[in-house]
């Protein structure tokens, strides 16, 4: 049970750290406000998993050591081939827009 609760807090992270991202950049280029309170949505997000998955590891190592890190190394990839195309596809957005003006 606490290893599909590690596995998903640490799921919950990455997906809350490609939004953070996404917002950071989003703010940087717009400066709207929207995207401001959404970057601080996110890294209060980002700080309380991160302080949730230390917390429950604390209270049960025994539960880090059962993980199947095959599978989370799976999940690694997931996320490293989302990241690259969202940025393939921002830095597209970015072309056409150069190209456009």
Known sequence: MGQIFIFFLIVLLQISIVIHII???AYIA???LNNLKGFLVTTLTNFFL???IIF???????????IDFNNLKFIEIVFAVTLVI????KKVFLIRRVKKS
Do not use: D, G, R
């Not at 604390?58 to 059962?66: D, G």
């Open 56 to 66: 429950f590891i604390m209270l049960s190592p025994e539960t880090l050591k059962k």
């Open 23 to 25: 917002y950071i950049k």
């Open 30 to 32: 717009n400066k709207k």
């Open 86 to 89: 969202v940025f393939v596809f």
């Open 50 to 52: 991160a302080l949730s």
